[in-house]
Structures are given as C-alpha cells and as structure tokens.
C-alpha cells in the first residue's frame, strides 16, 4: 500500500535532491567565475549537478507511477550568498552533504519497512546503494584536494583527472 506517510516522505526526498542540483549548481558557478581555470572542477559540479535532478526525476515519476501526485516542490529553492574560502571548503561541505542525504534515505528506507511498502522499500534500495558510491567520491575528491591545494601542479593535474572520476555504479 502508498501510504500517506510514504507519500509525504519520497516527496520530501524530491525536493532534498532538487536542492542538492541546486547545490552542486550554484557551486560549479562559482568555482568556474573564482577559479577559471579548474575548467575539470567546475564541469565536474556541473554534470553532477544534472545527476542529481535525474534522482529527483526519478522519484517523482515513481510517486506518481503508485498513483500519488508528485506535487510538493520546494519551499526554498534558491541557494544565495555561496562563497568559500577554498576548494578544500567547498568540498569538505559536499562531502558532509551527501552524508546527511544517506542519513535521509536511510531513514526512508527505514519508514518503507514500518510502512510494510515493499515496492518502496525496493525502489530505494537504487538510492542506498548511490548514496554509498556519492559518499566514497566525494570523500575521495576531499582527500585529494587536501593533498593538492596548495600546489598549483598538483592541482592542474587533479583539475585535468578530475573528468575521470566517476561513481562506480555508472
Ligand atoms: Fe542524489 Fe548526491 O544525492
């Protein structure tokens, strides 16, 4: 059964990862105007952010595919004021993003069972195990940053690898 509990939660998810586009947008923005020649790092945030409007495409289509109404769009959609100190920053921030968007679907996964939603409970298991691939990337990325950010060949090599570094379910 699509309880209303489910509803409301896959719907609160749709609008975590609308928000996440958001995030990972606004902070390609501003490396590609602050660091215009980490063309990688910014095309990276870019594509990634289109991934994440992909997760929420997918959950709308399967709320309404169990005969909800994917409906509920965000509250607050605009991210303003971004600026970092560094790259290390920016990322370090991604990173702990992603950790609590795990910790969300864990929690959905969770309410499925209560729910006795198996179909749900299904459905997210493609978001369980994205949430472990997103997590190891950007921790890899924050790792390596650290390591390069204060040395400019290092970072034109980090920037120029960084197109290679992809989620391992893809
Ligand atoms: Fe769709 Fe990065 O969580």
Same mark, same amino acid.
């Given at each position: 059964m699509f309880s209303e509990k489910i509803q409301i939660g896959l719907k609160k998810q749709l609008n975590r990862e609308l928000e996440s586009s958001q995030l990972y947008l606004s902070m390609a923005s501003w490396v590609e105007c602050k660091h215009e020649s980490l063309e990688g790092i910014s095309n990276f945030l870019y594509d990634h952010s289109d991934e994440e409007r992909k997760h929420m495409l997918k959950l709308i289509r399967y &709320?309404? =595919?169990?005969?909800g109404y994917a409906d509920a769009f965000m509250e607050k959609t605009i &991210?303003?004021?971004?600026?970092?100190?560094?790259? =290390?920053?920016?990322?370090? =921030?991604?990173f702990e993003?992603?950790?609590?968007?795990?910790?969300? &679907?864990n929690s959905l996964v969770e309410l499925s069972l209560q729910e006795r939603d198996y179909f749900t409970y299904n459905f997210l298991q493609w978001y369980v195990e994205e949430q472990i691939e997103e997590e190891a990337l950007t921790k890899m990325i924050l790792s390596k940053i650290k390591l390069v950010e204060k040395d400019k060949a290092g970072?034109?090599?980090?920037d120029r690898d960084i197109k290679n570094f992809h989620l391992n379910r893809e």
């Open positions: &709320i309404n =595919k169990r005969g &991210i303003e004021n971004v600026s970092y100190n560094s790259l =290390k920053e920016l990322f370090q =921030k991604l993003h992603e950790k609590i968007i795990s910790e969300e &679907i970072l034109y090599l980090f």
